[in-house]
């Protein structure tokens, strides 16, 4: 019976000293996880909105943990400032220009805090230091843009639903795509239209030509265009117009003077009644003298002596007028 007491009360002193070396090594585990065994760097950072972040919670930089969330505490309605204990390892990699944001573990995970690397050098942070942050769109702000792009593919959707239905409805166009003869019909039209777009391209380059022969001088437009000794002639006839009209409104403006003045020729040519009968009694006299001259002229004509000259004269001027069309002809 002794031995067995004995025997029975090692075991226990066994198995009390394995549990006990058990639940030091969780809590030795526990605690490393949490840095409550070794020393540790506290910096703080303020956010609007820590939803789902909660003390215990990883901090991490560059996807690896350095650090645990310690304290969560509330300065305003609009500031919460997050408490952060980092790894002293981890205090040469975070520099004070490093920017923390909230995320998740995962997919669907724990809320960590995921610390990024400034783009520009400085000093490394130090204890009590407060980091910049950045907010991320929150899953509820993503839920709410899911939820309006929900609804608007849901109106799309029925859209095309609406539109597909009047285009089974639609006899008109099912004939128009049943049609075999419509694909050579705008096969057709493609090439007129390549034909027409040849010929504008011929075109084009008819006109490119002779805008080139201009600007060398070539053609009578070129030489109309380009030639300085026919620029100079125009230039010399147009002043000498000039002068000539100027000239003619000085002679006006000396007529207009003298009519004027009441004196010179043209002021008796136009106010002098006897000079006016003279004048019209002259002309009727020349047109007398026209008649009794035609007359005459009709006289000789019919006259035995001279009427073998008219009729060559005739002749003449009869054989003249068809060679002339016959010339006609033969240029159309």
Not at 104 to 111: C, I, K
Request: proline share 3%; net charge positive; charged share 15%.
């Amino acid at each position: 019976m002794p031995s067995n007491s004995t025997s029975n009360q090692v075991r226990l002193g066994l198995f009390v000293v394995v549990g006990v070396g058990c639940l030091l090594l969780i809590l030795y585990l526990l605690g490393s996880q949490q840095n409550l065994f070794q020393k540790s760097l506290p910096v703080q950072a303020d956010f609007r909105n820590v939803a789902g972040l909660l003390p215990g919670n990883n901090v991490r930089l560059g996807g690896i943990t350095v650090g645990t969330v310690k304290k969560i505490s509330i300065l305003s309605d609009t500031t919460v400032r997050v408490e952060m204990n980092l790894n002293q390892e981890a205090q040469p990699f975070v520099r004070r220009n490093a920017v923390a944001s909230i995320g998740t573990d995962g997919l669907v995970g724990n809320t960590i805090i995921n610390i990024t690397a400034g783009p520009a050098p400085a000093p490394v942070v130090q204890a009590g230091d407060v980091l910049a942050t950045h907010e991320q769109a929150s899953l509820d702000a993503m839920l709410a843009t899911l939820d309006v792009s929900n609804k608007n593919l849901v109106g799309i959707t029925t859209g095309l639903r609406e539109v597909t239905d009047k285009l089974n409805d639609s006899k008109a166009i099912w004939q128009l795509l049943s049609d075999e003869q419509l694909p050579a019909d705008i096969s057709r039209s493609a090439r007129n239209a390549a034909a027409a777009s040849a010929q504008l391209n011929g075109a084009a380059a008819d006109v490119r030509q002779l805008t080139q022969g201009v600007r060398r001088g070539q053609g009578p437009l070129g030489y109309l265009l380009t030639d300085e000794v026919f620029a100079g002639q125009l230039g010399h006839a147009a002043r000498q117009l000039a002068s000539t009209s100027d000239t003619l409104a000085a002679t006006l403006n000396g007529l207009q003077r003298q009519v004027q003045a009441g004196g010179g020729p043209a002021q008796a040519l136009l106010t002098d009644t006897t000079a006016a009968r003279q004048l019209r009694q002259t002309v009727g006299n020349v047109a007398q003298s026209t008649a009794k001259l035609n007359q005459s002229m009709t006289a000789l004509q019919h006259n035995f002596l001279l009427r073998g000259y008219f009729r060559r004269q005739a002749k003449q001027k009869a054989r003249a007028t068809a060679d002339s069309l016959e010339q006609v002809g033969r240029v159309r």
